[in-house]
């Protein structure tokens, strides 16, 4: 040692010996661990040094590894035995365990087959309650059938008897009103009973044709035309015309116009029963203050056009249309000149009041209906 500091000491060895010149040339820490690696075996090689350099321990050393020798040869053996006795234990333990699973599969499936034929048993049982509750079903669903087919069948009668009475008095009553049409001429009376007796056939017509609705007279109130049909929120105002030789006079359709600004009605129907209108078509359709009115000529002749009429307004009142669009108007006035036409031919095809007045008052709806689609698109 040469010197030495407060941290490192400082050593010297040979320069021509070649195991420090090896450990010259390690790291710091592999030179440490040599030196702890070997310091530990200075410590411990004491005895085999001395038995390196003994004879006599050499002997002991040999004697004392025969010996271990001959015991490791005895384990061996032994483990041999034993390794030989547990592949027996294993072949006789494996026979065992065979039958014992062989015994515990027997268990079982007999186990399940008793489980099995449980199951089966209350199935079978499901199976008959399932069939007793669809013949119960069947029995009741027959049953309901039956009633309702009663209940319909008695409903039935009651409609078609309500139906004969309604016919009956329909016929009876357009009976009556053709007969007073047709003796109309031949009765001397002055203008203001003809206009009664007209007012008075208007109004039995369309209390009969419309039940739902209210038919008020109000002729001698004056200033709100001669009828006014009330169905909910809507008011129709009807003025009648029943002359006998001349035609209805423009002023009275200037009557009828200022009566329609005065009063807030949703429509109204001019018609003359067995005269035209001076300047005016039959079924000509105009607005008074963007209400709708129709014209009608020789009503008489056709009362249906009366409810068509109404219809006509009632349906285009549920509808927002722009009255001042002249195209629209033509439209309204084209299909009602056609609808008219072809309604006349239908009616020339019907010689009784029951069952075809019923389809044609149907069709009626259907062709309403077209008018309001036509109108709306």
């Given at each position: 040692?040469?010197?030495?500091?407060?941290?490192?000491?400082?050593?010297k060895f040979?320069k021509?010996?070649?195991?420090?010149?090896?450990?010259m040339?390690k790291?710091f820490?592999?030179q440490e661990t040599?030196i702890?690696?070997?310091?530990?075996?200075?410590?411990?090689g004491?005895?085999?040094?001395?038995?390196?350099?003994?004879e006599?321990?050499?002997?002991?050393l040999?004697a004392?590894k025969k010996?271990?020798?001959e015991?490791?040869?005895?384990?061996?053996e032994?483990?041999?035995e034993?390794?030989?006795?547990i592949i027996?234990?294993?072949?006789d333990?494996r026979?065992?365990?065979k039958?014992?699973?062989?015994?515990a599969?027997?268990?079982?499936?007999?186990r399940?087959?008793?489980?099995l034929?449980t199951a089966q048993?209350?199935?079978?049982?499901?199976?008959?309650?399932?069939e007793?509750?669809?013949?119960?079903k069947?029995?009741?669903?027959d049953?309901?059938?039956?009633?309702?087919d009663?209940?319909?069948e008695?409903?039935?009668?009651?409609t078609?008897?309500?139906?004969e009475?309604?016919?009956?008095?329909?016929?009876n009553?357009m009976?009556?009103?053709?007969e007073k049409m047709?003796?109309?001429?031949?009765?001397?009376?002055v203008?203001?009973?003809?206009?009664k007796?007209?007012e008075t056939t208007?109004?039995?017509?369309?209390v009969?044709s419309?039940p739902k609705?209210d038919?008020?007279d109000v002729a001698?109130?004056?200033?709100?035309g001669?009828l006014?049909?009330?169905?909910a929120?809507k008011n129709v105002m009807?003025e009648?015309k029943n002359?006998?030789?001349?035609?209805v006079?423009t002023?009275?359709v200037?009557?009828?116009?200022?009566?329609?600004?005065?009063n807030?009605?949703?429509g109204?129907?001019?018609l003359?029963?067995k005269?035209g209108i001076?300047?005016i078509?039959?079924w000509?359709?105009?607005?008074?203050?963007?209400?709708p009115?129709?014209?009608?000529?020789y009503?008489?002749?056709?009362?249906?056009?009366?409810?068509?009429?109404y219809?006509?307004?009632?349906?285009?009142?549920e509808?927002?249309i722009?009255?001042?669009?002249t195209e629209?108007?033509?439209?309204i006035?084209n299909?009602?000149?056609?609808?008219?036409?072809?309604?006349?031919k239908?009616l020339k095809m019907v010689s009784?009041?029951?069952?075809?007045?019923?389809?044609?008052?149907?069709g009626d709806?259907?062709?309403l209906?077209?008018?309001?689609?036509?109108?709306?698109s």
């Open positions: 040692m040469d010197y030495e500091s407060n941290e490192f000491i400082t050593m040979p021509n010996n070649t195991i420090f010149g090896k450990f040339n790291t820490e592999e040599i702890k690696l070997g310091t530990i075996m200075e410590e411990t004491k005895d085999s040094k001395l038995t390196l350099n003994s006599e321990w050499a002997e002991k040999n004392i010996i271990k020798d015991k490791i040869n005895n384990y061996n032994k483990i041999k034993y390794k030989t006795t027996q234990i294993k072949d333990n026979e065992e365990v039958n014992s699973i062989k015994e599969r027997e268990k079982e499936k007999t399940y087959e008793s489980l034929l048993e209350h199935s079978l049982e499901f199976q008959n309650e399932i007793r509750l669809k013949k119960e069947w029995e009741l669903s049953k309901i059938r039956k009633e309702s009663d209940k319909i008695r409903i039935r009668e009651n078609r008897v309500y139906q009475k309604r016919e009956e008095e329909y016929k009553t009976m009556d009103m053709a047709n003796n109309a001429d031949d009765k001397c009376k203008a203001s009973n003809k206009g007796e007209g208007v109004k039995q017509f369309l009969m419309l609705s038919i008020i001698q109130q004056g200033g709100a001669d006014i049909i009330r169905d929120s009807v009648v002359y006998d030789s001349c035609n006079k002023s009275e200037n009557k009828f116009k200022k009566d329609m600004k005065n807030k009605f949703t109204g129907i001019f003359s029963m005269r001076c300047n078509d039959n000509t359709m105009e607005t008074i203050d963007g209400r009115v129709i014209f009608l000529t009503a008489a002749k056709n009362m249906e056009n009366i409810i068509t009429a219809k006509i307004i009632y349906k285009l009142s509808i927002h722009d009255w001042t669009i629209k108007l033509n439209k006035e299909f009602t000149k056609q609808y008219v036409k072809e309604k006349k239908k009784k009041f029951s069952t075809d007045m019923t389809n044609l008052i149907n709806e259907e062709r209906n077209t008018l309001i689609d036509t109108l709306k």
